[in-house]
């Protein structure tokens, strides 16, 4: 991308932030495109970078510049040089002058923008620096101070959209990152901000500044842990409650399949026999109980099931020594024995107790239907307060949805109080692939400059760079016979448009007809109006006309909309496909259970209604699938949008192609002759970084991975079935049993910062080994929370200096504890 440099001023008025001003002033030490080194007074910046003819053109403005000149204040340099080559081309007298604005124009509309600013009309200051920009769109310096107005309006949304632009153009723009950083704290995105500040560090690590700022950053978090009364001992959310326990599409066949294999596997009775009463046989029969159960309590369980045995033959048709009898067969492990003593107890005389013990039965024989209607009858029977009843039923459903995908992995997925998670089957040692993950759904990530995408294709994800983008500009600067080996060697990447839109692009025929029928035919920008209008707003970083025609930010979301409407067209096409199988004529509850099925694993937490703050676009939704052809609709309410809306932000993970065109032209570039000196010419031009096409998408297996500040996992772009996915990769040798985390955030922040952020983030207290590990202050000890009483800090931790000891003793034991483990493993700044 083409940079411009113009000089700019930052006023000393620290630590706040202030308006950019126009060319002149203090320069810092860098070179001039003509490679003069850059002068260090005003006087010599004037003659040697600029000539004396360009004095003229500053007249208006230098007392201004010299005056922060004077002052002795620090400036960074932005788009002098572009200034210079304007001032150059229109002094020479037989050059016509190019189209836009002149210099002498750009500087009174910059003049008069910061004079705005200053006295406060931010509406006629921004207008200004949009005129500017519309002659100059790729110069950061419109769009920074045009930002800094928006900032002082309060309209943070615009800010952060022109400070994203702007650090595309600039990366090194430290006042566009502060700006952001600010913009994005306003917003309650504490991550953004972060990242933002981040960026402007990378640059200027000595900025006071973004110290500051940063202060404040952790400030406003740390404020919002305090109001909460610090970490409590809740959860966000309850895991057990917030996953349902209603039945699959088809489990009532499943059941009555499962019932009959257990009637004829072993032998199930389905009447108890009913000897006359006997009143001295019952009584007997209620010794031996007592002494059955005397020896259950005392764990002594083959006797207790002798005891028990002898006061079933006694009373065979009571239910509670039946009930009795099948709890000490299950714990002598007895299973089948168990499940048929509960089984002869009638439907409507079990108690909760014996649902919950025959669930555990059945889940542990293989029959995971049976064993959640016992278990879903147990927790109704105790009024939904029977949590252990409810956590056994959220394994078995795990268990059941999860073990066929893990069959071939070294892993399996169980679910605690805290939800799902991923364990290891085997030692895993460092390096090794986990396992690997397809997207149920994907899109592209919606990009500021949808010019500056990649094209890639719709259906694989697969990259269709071509030579033209990756080499840009150079390309024409190669010898005719570099340009010939380029064009022969590089794969063809020709795009195979859709037929009916020739929007959507595709890398083979093949992967275009299986969109369509997979969900292409019903979101086609050719379809109707409002899949037009979806595909304009996703183009448009989810800008676009409201009802009364003003162009807003119509979504909100990071991801773009294209990926619901992918979800809701699988949907109704699996629906639809079921219905023509079935031969019916219009899908039934259970075609619509079955098509949903595939994204019912997905969690959708989230803190209020969405709907209204989309509107527009959930309208376009609406419209979209009113009319599914074939006389078939779906029905998108607030509920169903919001729900659809939480699982995608919940579970989207970014990805790309593993394998892209560049990468297959240096696979074919080493089969020519190293010594040809055309691949020589070509081994610097392909050090510059590959440009990707980036996806986003959810994933079944990998939406398990759960968070740690000490991850042992990370995860990587693959190839799986025939797409692009995701791989999972040991970050270091894993145990036997241990689970599998991935990472959140960056976890260098400082304890108390990440762990707030995370509870506002994520909904969940870290109670990580790093985080159990390393201390807040260092007033603090770290190990037995004792305070300072002199006002001393105690002493750190030599080597990670995020942890504080009152004594050695504390500090030893810290250290046996974990401390030393999690004091050498470096943080991560990415998940």
Known sequence: ???????????????????????????????????????TTFSRLISDVFDIGFLSILSNTTSHFYRGFRNGQQTSVQCYSNLYRRSAREQEPHTPRSPGVSTMKVLDLSTAALRDYEMGNYDSAIQLYTSLMEDEPECSYHLVNRAKCYLQQANYTKVVEDIKTALDIDPKNVEGAITGGRASTKLGKYEDAYHFYKAGLDTDPKSVVITEDLKKLQQVILDDYDKMGGE???????????????????????????????????????????????????????????????????????EALQFFTLAVELEPANKVLRRLRAEVRFLNEDLVGAIQDLWLIPKGERTADSWKLGGKVLGQIGYPIAAEFW??????????????????????RTSRI?????????????????????????????????????????????????????????????????ARRYFGAK??????????????????????????????????????????????????????????????????????????????????????????????????????????????????????????APFRKFIAFGAGDVSSKMSTVLQLFRDIFSDCGDGVKYEITDGEFTGRYYQASCNLQSFSFPVTPYHQFINRLSKVDVQDMRVLALLKPLEAKTPTANFCGIFSLHACLNHSCINNVEVCDGYVNDRGGVIV??????????????????????????????????????????????????????????????????????????????????QRKSWNQGHKEVCQIKHSDTS
Not at 281 to 292: D, F, L
Request: aromatic share 10%; with cysteine; charged share 30%.
């Open 1 to 39: 991308m083409r940079a411009y440099h113009y000089i700019t001023l930052v006023r000393d008025e620290s630590p706040s932030l202030h308006h950019t001003a126009p060319p002149a002033a203090r320069v810092s030490p860098i070179r001039a495109p003509f490679s003069a080194p850059v002068p």
């Open 232 to 302: 409590s001992d809740e959860q966000g959310y309850d895991a057990v409650n917030f996953c349902g326990q209603d039945s699959y599409p088809g489990d009532d066949v499943l059941l009555r399949k499962e019932y009959e294999s257990l009637e004829r596997k072993y032998d199930m009775e389905k009447d108890i026999p009913a000897p006359p009463p006997d009143s001295l046989r019952s009584e007997k029969a209620g010794r031996i109980a007592v002494e059955a159960h005397r020896a259950m309590m005392a764990g002594k369980f083959p």
């Open 375 to 396: 278990l879903r009858k147990a927790y109704t029977l105790s009024e939904k307060k029977d949590q252990e009843a409810a956590i056994i039923f959220q394994k078995v």
């Open 402 to 466: 999860y073990s066929p995908m893990t069959t071939d992995f070294p892993v399996t997925v169980d679910f605690s109080g805290y939800g799902r998670g991923i364990y290891a089957k085997r030692d895993i040692p460092e390096g090794e692939v986990i396992f690997e993950d397809s997207p149920a759904v994907f899109g592209r990530v919606m990009e500021k400059d949808v010019e500056e995408m990649i094209p890639a294709c719709d259906y694989c994800s697969q990259s269709l760079l071509t």
């Open 475 to 596: 390309l024409d600067t190669f010898d005719t016979s570099v340009q010939e080996l380029i064009e022969r060697q590089w794969p063809d990447v020709t795009p195979v448009m859709c037929d009916k839109c020739n929007i959507v692009t595709f890398c083979t025929d093949t992967c275009k007809e299986r969109a369509w029928e997979e969900y292409h035919q019903l979101i086609c920008p050719a379809r109707c109006a409002a899949t037009k209008t979806l595909y304009e707003v996703a183009d448009n970083y989810g800008y676009g006309y409201n009802e009364k025609g003003e162009k807003v930010n119509l979504w909100l979301a990071s991801f773009s909309p294209i990926i619901l409407a992918r979800m809701w067209a699988q949907i109704v096409t699996e629906a639809k496909r079921l219905v023509k199988k079935d031969g019916c004529t219009q899908p039934t509850i259970e075609h619509w259970a079955k098509a949903k």
């Open 729 to 810: 990769r040991a970050k270091r040798d894993i145990t036997k049993g241990e689970e599998l985390y991935t990472t959140y955030i960056d976890t260098s922040m400082p304890r108390k910062l990440r762990r707030a952020w995370l509870y506002k983030s994520f909904n969940f207290w870290c109670h990580c080994p790093r985080c159990v590990h390393e201390g807040d202050d260092p007033y603090v000890c770290t190990t037995c929370h004792k305070k300072s009483t002199d006002g001393e800090a105690f002493r750190g931790c030599g080597n990670c200096k995020k942890a504080w000891y009152c004594t050695v003793e504390c």
